[in-house]
């Protein structure tokens, strides 16, 4: 019954790999987001969408992309993954875009070898 | 630029002791204020959000304040337990929903 979920949970792969992590929300919110924890435990975030449509990109690599088939799903995929790719993904949700509370999945921590 | 600021970074009390971490923010423009905490391991829990025309929320042993024009915000938890222990993180909204998070202050309750 879990509110925003993530999957999956641990990733580990090579460098130049190219992987997905997905993340789906059944709270009906239109807004989701994606964040990145570095190895100092600083949160920042990476995209937010906004009824499928992309809202804050925040000077992220392009070689990280994100999806959105509908409201409950914003998928992150990410093409040659480099050693500092190694990070806690966290995936969020909120009703708008507003001044709503934001709701965390468990996050998928990636690690690039 | 936003900046939001924790102090201490971590803290070690007793069991029992009331406490307060501190949270500073530079953006004049936020919507609202939220605090989260997270065990090791594991995802991010909200406790409480106070929007920027509130002065205070609470919810059980936790109270939050915000002071828009210090740019300030505190928790105060009453009573701690060892079940507190986690990273306590603070973060503001502004535009489009955008979080930008403090580093967090490391709670460890002794029994």
């Known amino acids: 019954d879990t509110a925003v979920s993530q999957t999956p949970k641990y990733l580990v792969t090579q460098m130049g790999n190219d992987k997905s992590i997905k993340c789906e929300q059944n709270?009906?919110?239109?807004?989701m987001y994606w964040y990145k924890q570095d190895s100092k435990k600083f949160l920042k975030i990476m995209f937010s969408?906004?009824?499928?449509?992309?809202?804050i990109n925040e000077t992220v690599p392009n070689r990280f992309s994100p999806k959105s088939p509908d409201k409950a799903h914003l998928n992150l995929h990410i093409n040659s993954l480099e050693l500092g790719d190694s990070a806690v993904y966290f995936c969020?949700?909120?009703?708008?875009?507003?001044?709503?509370?934001?709701?965390f999945g468990q996050g998928t921590r990636l690690t690039v070898v | 630029k936003q900046e939001v600021t924790q102090i201490p970074a971590a803290l070690s009390v007793p069991e029992g002791e009331n406490l307060v971490l501190n949270c500073s923010f530079t953006?004049?423009?936020?919507?609202?204020l939220q605090w989260f905490r997270q065990d090791p391991g594991k995802g991010l829990t909200s406790l409480l959000l106070?929007?920027?025309?509130?002065r205070e929320q609470t919810s059980g042993r936790l109270n939050a304040s915000l002071d828009k024009s210090s740019g300030r915000s505190t928790l105060y938890i009453a009573a701690s337990q060892p079940g507190d222990s986690a990273t306590y993180l603070c973060?503001?909204?502004?535009?489009?929903?955008?979080?930008?998070f403090g580093q967090g202050t490391i709670l460890t309750v002794h029994p």
């Open positions: 969020a949700s909120s009703q708008d875009i507003g001044s709503t509370e934001a709701f």
């Open positions: 953006d004049s423009a936020i919507y609202n």
């Open positions: 969408y906004n009824n499928k449509e992309l809202i």
């Open positions: 973060a503001e909204c502004t535009s489009y929903g955008k979080l930008t």
């Open positions: 709270l009906g919110h239109d807004t």
């Open positions: 106070i929007q920027s025309s509130q």
